[in-house]
């Protein structure tokens, strides 16, 4: 690598000017710096290359043309400014102005605009570097800040939804046991010995309940969904698009890793269509990205994985669809064509699913859930639980029905039952066409 080529992970500068000269003026002092750059020379595509490549700092010229922003050319740059601070997706970027004007009038527009520095040129290079590196701290932290703040919002929400379902499920039981609490305190059962009266009654004042138990749920599935990007809730294309950027960011993912995700619903978007795998393409360049829809029956790829898995633009199957469009795969694949690229993800490895599960059993044990009937498993999932119990790590009481795999019958019907202290194999979970919810 030369040693003004930055690397390909070094903070990215968008420089708009239409002045050719002054945009190579700028991308050589950066790639000094070690930044690298990408140019608009007006207005809209300014605001264009903003929106899609997300760059860590803007650096605007005032006049240049303005196209159909609306404003004067001379003004351009502080709509442009405008523009970035008013969008959630952008608000955040630092904004510098390096411009020929030098009136206070000009740096007070700039300031009411959302500026966060202003250069007159001739820029010196030296301030330039050490303004653009203080912003670029700044905007660093903030963004720190932001990200804690969405994980605890998260996490309360995940404590807030389980609550209301263990309420919600075990209130009329609940209800029974203290009222059997109570008439044992009474004496209405005979009489207690005062060791026996302090412990039913001395609890500090705090509410104590045995262990929840959930009789129909997917610990396994809750946990895999903990290494994936979970759409649930998204008002839009671009919002995916930023969990899955997030992802990334969190997990440390390099190119060449599957993302994988569900919860997408495009009715709950402003436009009620399918989305096109080009953005998956162009923001992640080298991810084999699978998405599924809210319903499992569809999902949205990128090219890198479609060409992985061999499809081909008008291949046909029984029971699904591989949407093209214009003789171009538009990444839309429906019901059973989701299986052409599905069946080659691969599978988390033995750490990362014991992570995940260690991860599930901690939230699960925070709001008391201690027993879950988990249904739908392989055998091989039931190996792996095992010897996570057996081991002292995974201690979530299990009950397992197990899927209606030829596999899982030839495997257990000639064994019958499995039981130990934690897990009790025990039954089938048979599966029907259609829905009854």
């Given at each position: 690598m030369?040693?003004?080529?930055?690397?390909?992970?070094?903070p990215l500068?968008?420089?708009?000017?239409?002045v050719?000269?002054?945009?190579e003026?700028l991308f050589?002092?950066?790639?000094?710096?070690?930044?690298?750059?990408?140019?608009?020379a007006?207005g809209?595509?300014?605001?264009?290359?903003?929106?899609?490549?997300r760059?860590?700092?803007?650096?605007l010229d005032?006049?240049?043309?303005?196209?159909?922003l609306?404003?004067?050319?001379?003004?351009?740059?502080?709509?442009v400014c405008r523009r970035?601070?008013r969008d959630p997706?952008?608000?955040r970027?630092p904004?510098?102005?390096v411009?020929a004007?030098?009136d206070t009038?000009d740096r007070v527009k700039?300031i009411?605009?959302?500026?966060d520095?202003f250069?007159t040129?001739?820029?010196?290079?030296?301030?330039?570097?050490a303004?653009v590196r203080?912003?670029?701290k700044?905007?660093?932290?903030t963004?720190s800040?932001?990200?804690?703040?969405?994980?605890?919002?998260e996490v309360e929400?995940m404590?807030?939804?389980?609550?209301?379902?263990?309420?919600?499920?075990l209130k009329?039981?609940l209800t029974?046991?203290l009222a059997s609490i109570e008439?044992?305190a009474?004496?209405?059962?005979g009489?207690?010995?005062?060791?026996?009266r302090r412990m039913?009654l001395?609890?500090?004042?705090?509410?104590v309940y045995?262990?929840?138990i959930?009789?129909?749920?997917?610990?396994?599935?809750y946990?895999q969904s903990?290494?994936?990007?979970?759409?649930?809730?998204?008002q839009?294309?671009e919002?995916?698009?930023?969990?899955?950027?997030?992802?990334i960011r969190e997990?440390s993912?390099?190119?060449?890793?599957?993302?994988v995700?569900?919860?997408?619903?495009?009715?709950?978007w402003?436009?009620?269509e399918f989305?096109?795998?080009?953005k998956?393409?162009?923001l992640f360049?080298g991810y084999?990205i699978?998405?599924?829809r809210?319903d499992?029956h569809?999902?949205?790829v990128?090219q890198?994985?479609l060409?992985k898995?061999?499809?081909?633009?008008?291949q046909?199957?029984v029971?699904g669809k591989?949407e093209?469009?214009?003789?171009?795969?538009t990444?839309?694949l429906?019901?059973n064509?989701?299986?052409l690229?599905g069946?080659?993800?691969?599978?988390?490895?033995?750490p990362?699913?014991k992570?995940?599960?260690?991860?599930?059993?901690?939230n699960?044990?925070?709001v008391?859930?201690?027993t879950?009937?988990?249904c739908g498993l392989?055998?091989?999932?039931?190996a792996?639980?095992?010897?996570?119990?057996?081991?002292?790590?995974l201690k979530?009481?299990?009950v397992v029905?197990?899927s209606?795999?030829?596999?899982n019958?030839?495997?257990?019907?000639?064994?019958?039952?499995?039981k130990?202290e934690?897990?009790?194999v025990?039954?089938?979970?048979l599966y029907?066409?259609?829905?009854?919810g």
């Amino acid at each position: 690598m030369e040693p003004s080529t930055p690397p390909a992970d070094a903070p990215l500068i968008l420089v708009a000017d239409d002045v050719a000269a002054n945009v190579e003026l700028l991308f050589d002092q950066l790639h000094v710096l070690g930044f690298r750059a990408i140019a608009a020379a007006d207005g809209p595509s300014a605001l264009a290359a903003c929106f899609e490549h997300r760059p860590d700092l803007c650096i605007l010229d005032v006049s240049m043309p303005a196209g159909d922003l609306g404003v004067d050319d001379r003004s351009t740059g502080f709509e442009v400014c405008r523009r970035i601070k008013r969008d959630p997706r952008t608000k955040r970027i630092p904004v510098i102005f390096v411009t020929a004007l030098n009136d206070t009038t000009d740096r007070v527009k700039a300031i009411e605009a959302g500026g966060d520095d202003f250069l007159t040129k001739p820029h010196n290079r030296l301030v330039l570097g050490a303004r653009v590196r203080s912003l670029l701290k700044l905007k660093a932290a903030t963004d720190s800040l932001e990200d804690t703040l969405r994980k605890l919002r998260e996490v309360e929400k995940m404590r807030d939804d389980l609550m209301k379902m263990i309420v919600h499920d075990l209130k009329t039981p609940l209800t029974s046991v203290l009222a059997s609490i109570e008439m044992l305190a009474d004496g209405d059962f005979g009489a207690i010995n005062p060791d026996q009266r302090r412990m039913l009654l001395d609890a500090e004042g705090k509410a104590v309940y045995p262990g929840f138990i959930d009789a129909h749920a997917h610990f396994l599935g809750y946990a895999q969904s903990l290494i994936s990007v979970d759409f649930g809730g998204t008002q839009s294309w671009e919002e995916c698009l930023e969990r899955i950027r997030n992802f990334i960011r969190e997990k440390s993912l390099a190119p060449g890793s599957w993302i994988v995700g569900r919860g997408w619903d495009q009715n709950d978007w402003p436009v009620k269509e399918f989305p096109d795998r080009r953005k998956l393409d162009s923001l992640f360049p080298g991810y084999p990205i699978f998405l599924e829809r809210v319903d499992g029956h569809a999902a949205i790829v990128s090219q890198l994985a479609l060409d992985k898995a061999g499809v081909k633009p008008g291949q046909e199957l029984v029971g699904g669809k591989v949407e093209t469009r214009d003789g171009r795969l538009t990444g839309i694949l429906v019901d059973n064509a989701t299986d052409l690229v599905g069946r080659i993800i691969p599978s988390p490895d033995a750490p990362q699913m014991k992570d995940a599960l260690m991860q599930a059993q901690q939230n699960c044990f925070a709001v008391g859930l201690t027993t879950i009937v988990d249904c739908g498993l392989s055998r091989f999932d039931v190996a792996a639980i095992d010897s996570l119990q057996k081991k002292g790590d995974l201690k979530m009481r299990m009950v397992v029905m197990l899927s209606d795999d030829p596999g899982n019958y030839e495997y257990y019907l000639s064994r019958g039952p499995y039981k130990t202290e934690r897990l009790n194999v025990n039954a089938f979970k048979l599966y029907a066409d259609g829905a009854l919810g």
